[in-house]
Every structure is written in structure tokens, then in C-alpha cells.
């Protein structure tokens, strides 16, 4: 079965960082495209990064790229998302997801993608 579980999100201030996790089960992250997004409270939930498969390339949605560092440890089966400098609006439950494939991910959005982690909360407040 196809799985993945996302893991270190918490509370931090305004400035900090966070490592967050997502682990899969079931398949080699290689071989699919990994998103990050957020979901605040009442909104729909958005993209914020990606690995695509294969080569590996990754990409950021504007609010974040030059704070947030997403990476692929094939050994580990893991793909992380390094957040630095967080800011208040960055308070989100953060989920990955997997799509199989793709040699890009730039385009993609949450209905394109087929697997989901259950979420991790993601608080920044002073």
C-alpha cells in the first residue's frame, strides 16, 4: 500500500525553522513526484513546493522559495522540506502528497496529485 506520513511540524516564533518529513511506504519515492502544501483554517489547500521524479528537480511557489528547501533522501525513502524564516503567515497543517512520475511538478496542484499524508501542524506565532 502506498503511504506516506508527515512528521516535525510544532510551534516556533516568527524567524525560526522547522524540518519537516515525509515518509513513504509502499513505493521509491524516485519514481513520483513529491508536493508539499498548506492548509490554513477555512481555505483550500495550496501548493508550496515539489520534487519531480526522476532528475529531481524541484520548485517553489513564490511566498517561500529562498525560505524553504525541499529535498529527496532516496536511501531513506524521505522527502523533507526545510523551512526557514518562517513568518506568521506560513501557520498552516502541511501535507505531502505523490503522483507517480512527472518530470515536472511546477503545474501540478492538489487534484492532480493521487497519495496523502495525514498532515502535520505548522504554527508560527511570537
Known amino acids: 500500500q502506498v503511504q506516506l506520513v508527515e512528521s516535525g511540524g510544532g510551534l516556533v516564533q516568527p524567524g525560526g525553522s522547522l524540518r519537516l518529513s515525509c515518509s513513504a511506504s509502499?513505493?521509491?519515492?524516485?519514481?513520483?513526484?513529491i508536493g508539499w502544501f498548506l492548509q490554513a483554517p477555512g481555505k483550500e489547500r495550496e501548493w508550496v513546493s515539489c520534487?519531480?521524479?526522476?532528475?529531481?528537480?524541484?520548485y517553489y511557489t513564490d511566498s517561500v522559495a529562498g525560505r524553504f528547501t525541499i529535498s529527496r533522501n532516496s536511501a531513506e525513502n524521505t522527502v523533507h522540506l526545510q523551512m526557514d524564516s518562517l513568518k506568521p503567515e506560513d501557520t498552516a497543517v502541511y501535507y505531502c502528497a505523490a503522483l507517480r512520475g512527472r518530470s515536472w511538478c511546477f503545474d501540478l496542484g492538489a487534484p492532480q496529485y493521487d497519495y496523502w499524508g495525514q498532515g502535520t501542524q505548522v504554527t508560527v506565532s511570537s
Open positions: 520534487v519531480a521524479s526522476s532528475a529531481g528537480s524541484t
Open positions: 509502499g513505493f521509491p519515492v524516485e519514481d513520483y513526484t
